[in-house]
C-alpha cells in the first residue's frame, strides 16, 4: 500500500534529550513537510523540504532539525533546546503543485 | 487577526441533516482550497481540493469558494455519524502543495 508511515506512535522525552521522529513515504512524492498540531490549533510548519538534500525553516523551526538523505525519508529531531515539545507531530509529502497527504502523527510527552 | 478564521465549534447536529462548514481569509492572494477531514488521533486526510472560485461537488460533500467575499465552504449532505471528525480548511497562494495556511479546524458531532 501506498502511504506515508509515522514513527512511533507515542513518544517520550526527558529533559535535556534529543528524539527523533520518523516519517517514510512510498508515494514517490518529491516534497515532504514537518507540522505541528495543539490542541485546537491549526497546523503549524516546521520545516519542509522539496528536494533531497535541500530543506528550508518553517514558521516554528527553533529547536527543531531536519535531514533529507532520501527521497523517502525526512526525519525530525525534537531538540532540548525545545523547550515546550509536547505536540502532536504530523508529517505529509505531495507531489508538485498537488495537495499534500498525511501520516497518522506521533504524539510527543515528556516525562 | 489569524489570516485564517474558522469556527472551532463544535458543531451537533442529528443525523441526516446538511451541515455547512466555513473560513473566511484575509489574504486576496490565496487560489488553491483544500478541506481536510481529521479523525481523532489520526492525521488529516484530504476531502476536496478546489483551484480559484466556484464549486466542485464529490459524493455527498460540495466544495465552494467565493474569492470576492474571501470565504469558503464545505457542505455536507445526509450527514452520517461516520462524518463526526474535525474539518481543517487549508490554502495557498503560490502552489497546491506548498506554504499552506491552515485554519484552526471545525469540530462536527453527528448523533444517530
Known amino acids: 500500500d501506498g502511504g506515508i508511515t509515522q514513527s512511533p506512535k507515542y513518544l517520550f522525552r526527558k529533559e535535556g534529550q534529543n528524539v527523533t521522529l520518523s516519517c517514510e513515504q512510498n508515494?514517490?512524492?518529491?516534497?515532504m513537510y514537518w507540522y505541528r498540531q495543539d490542541p485546537g490549533q491549526g497546523l503549524r510548519l516546521i520545516y519542509y523540504s522539496q528536494i533531497v538534500n535541500d530543506f528550508q525553516k518553517g514558521d516554528i523551526a527553533e529547536g527543531y532539525s531536519v535531514s533529507r538523505e532520501k527521497k523517502e525519508s525526512f526525519p525530525l529531531t525534537v531538540t532540548s533546546a525545545q523547550k515546550n515539545p509536547t505536540a502532536f507531530y504530523l508529517c505529509a509529502s505531495s507531489p508538485n503543485n498537488q495537495p499534500q497527504h498525511f501520516g497518522d502523527g506521533t504524539r510527543l510527552s515528556i516525562l | 487577526q489569524k489570516e485564517v478564521e474558522q469556527d472551532p465549534g463544535p458543531l451537533s447536529v442529528p443525523e441526516g441533516a446538511i451541515v455547512s462548514l466555513n473560513c473566511t481569509y484575509s489574504n486576496s492572494a490565496f487560489q488553491y482550497f483544500m478541506w481536510y477531514r481529521q479523525y481523532s488521533r489520526k492525521g488529516p486526510e484530504l476531502l476536496m481540493y478546489?483551484?480559484?472560485?466556484g464549486n466542485k461537488e464529490d459524493g455527498r460533500f460540495t466544495a465552494q469558494v467565493d474569492k470576492s467575499s474571501k470565504y469558503i465552504s464545505l457542505f455536507i449532505r445526509d450527514s452520517q455519524p461516520s462524518d463526526s471528525a474535525t474539518y481543517l480548511c487549508a490554502m495557498s497562494a503560490y502552489n497546491a502543495g506548498n506554504m499552506l495556511t491552515f485554519g484552526g479546524g471545525t469540530r462536527l458531532m453527528v448523533k444517530p
Open positions: 508515494l514517490n512524492h518529491d516534497a
Open positions: 478546489t483551484y480559484s472560485s
